[in-house]
């Protein structure tokens, strides 16, 4: 079993950042962890991830240039740090654990998100 809890969205302007947390208990060393978003009317997509073992990342191409993944291991933590941030950024944000980094399918543990609106 794995356990998430995201934090650190809010309200930014467009260009602003925003550094969101995700603190990981239970036995999530084995899987990747990754922040996934959805917009209202979208589809749940992948942003970013990585293995919490091998330390391999993964980014949407969209995001690539201005959002960047860091851990601290002694929290147990994951953050998605987010950069110059868009208008098309706006969406509740969720932390989930994963088989394979890239493979939206295996991630089978959810946190319960947390909204990130970006205003023009």
């Known amino acids: 079993q794995v356990q998430l809890a995201e934090s650190g969205g809010g309200l930014v302007q467009a260009g602003d950042s925003l550094r969101l947390s995700c603190a990981a208990s239970?036995?999530?060393?084995?899987?990747?962890l990754g922040w996934f978003r959805q917009a209202p009317g979208k589809e749940r997509e992948l942003v970013a991830s990585v293995s919490w073992i091998g330390g391999a990342e993964y980014y949407i191409d969209s995001v690539k240039g201005r959002f960047s993944l860091s851990r601290d291991n002694a929290k147990n933590t994951l953050y998605l740090q987010m950069n110059d941030l868009k208008p098309d950024d706006t969406a509740v944000y969720y932390c989930?654990?994963?088989?394979?980094?890239?493979?939206?399918?295996?991630?089978?543990?959810w946190g319960q998100g947390t909204q990130v609106t970006v205003s023009s």
């Open positions: 239970g036995d999530f060393q084995i899987y990747a």
């Open positions: 989930a654990a994963g088989r394979i980094i890239d493979v939206v399918r295996t991630y089978n543990y």
